[in-house]
């Protein structure tokens, strides 16, 4: 039996498979980005595939402490949109 992955995600702190969570990445430069294959170099964090944890992350600003920068509202757009499908 292969162990699954697991993350914690940094809203809820609830502990969850990798593949049920939203990778958000800050590269060297600076940029942000969705990861959606949870391989791009870079320090990331990780957010349950939920539209009100989303909401909750851009509102109280916690991805931009962890991550140490600012996240543009093309990122969060782009979250959404990818728990919406």
Do not use: W
């Not at 697991?6 to 430069?29: A, F, G, M, Y």
């Not at 942000?32 to 509102?59: H, P, Q």
């Amino acid at each position: 039996m292969k162990k699954m992955p697991e993350r914690t995600c940094v809203i809820t702190k609830e502990k969850t498979l990798k593949k049920d969570l939203l990778r958000v990445v800050r590269d060297k430069d600076g940029n942000v980005s969705v990861d959606i294959t949870g391989k791009a170099n870079g320090r990331g964090a990780y957010l349950k595939k939920d539209k009100e944890v989303i909401k909750k992350a851009r509102d109280t600003k916690a991805l931009e402490r962890i991550l140490e920068v600012a996240i543009p509202e093309e990122v969060y757009e782009e979250m959404l949109n990818i728990v919406k499908e």
